[in-house]
């Protein structure tokens, strides 16, 4: 039962390099999230998709696409990293179609830093 | 938006003690408060939550409790065990928004 999984876990990146960030949920799940997490700031929203088909932004978007692939597959792509990117990144999915009140389950994400 | 706030910061505790975490929220509105511990190298693991039309919720040593008119709610663990040493994060959620805390480092002493 794996959950969330995240690949890379680890990952550097030249500065204007290009990537992108997997997640797959095993969950059935409906709606998938990606955060940031940055030191002394907590978890921020970068895009969602409230069910398959459909993405939105969230609080940070810029500097970031995102594709959702099927039910399972929601990945990040940086077209040209910058060196505030540098974070860790989090995939989250929960059960319920829609950015609503409900327990989101996360993976162990992806290290990500820019030189 | 809703904006999010943790006290303290950093707290340590001797294990079997208790330990309380305290969140304040600024939207009247939001109506869901979870409380996720995260391990180092781990991502963040619910541990619970409580909806608005409840006071109080508890599992084993794990409670939340919710102050609407003061917008505040509260994690309290007791009998501390080293593997409660972790960070946690309170969020709350209102607006079609989920705002999350910047976290409280939680050390239990042996």
């Known amino acids: 039962n794996a959950g969330v999984t995240q690949t890379p876990k680890f990952q550097v990146l030249k500065t204007g390099q290009s990537m992108t960030l997997q997640c797959a949920q095993d969950m059935n799940h409906n709606s998938m999230y990606w955060y940031r997490q940055d030191p002394g700031m907590g978890l921020r929203l970068i895009y969602y998709s409230a069910s398959e088909g459909t993405t939105d932004k969230g609080e940070v978007p810029n500097g970031y696409n995102v594709s959702r692939l099927n039910k399972r597959e929601f990945s990040l792509r940086l077209e040209s990293a910058a060196p505030s990117q540098t974070s860790v990144y989090f995939c989250a999915s929960s059960e319920m179609v829609g950015y609503s009140n409900q327990p989101q389950h996360f993976g162990d994400g992806t290290r990500l830093s820019i030189l | 938006g809703e904006n999010v706030e943790q006290h303290p910061s950093t707290l340590s505790v001797q294990e079997g003690d208790s330990a309380v975490i305290k969140c304040t929220y600024s939207?009247?509105?939001?109506?869901?408060f979870p409380w996720y511990k995260q391990e180092l190298g781990k991502g963040p693991q619910l541990i619970i939550d409580?909806?608005?039309?409840?006071g109080e919720k508890k599992d084993q040593r794990i409670a939340v409790t919710l102050n609407k008119t003061a917008k505040h709610f509260s994690l309290h663990i007791t009998e501390t065990q080293p593997e409660d040493s972790a960070v946690y994060f309170c969020a709350a959620h209102g607006n079609n928004r989920l705002a999350f805390g910047k976290g409280n480092q939680v050390v239990v002493i042996p």
């Open positions: 409580i909806r608005s039309n409840v």
């Open positions: 939207d009247s509105a939001s109506n869901y």
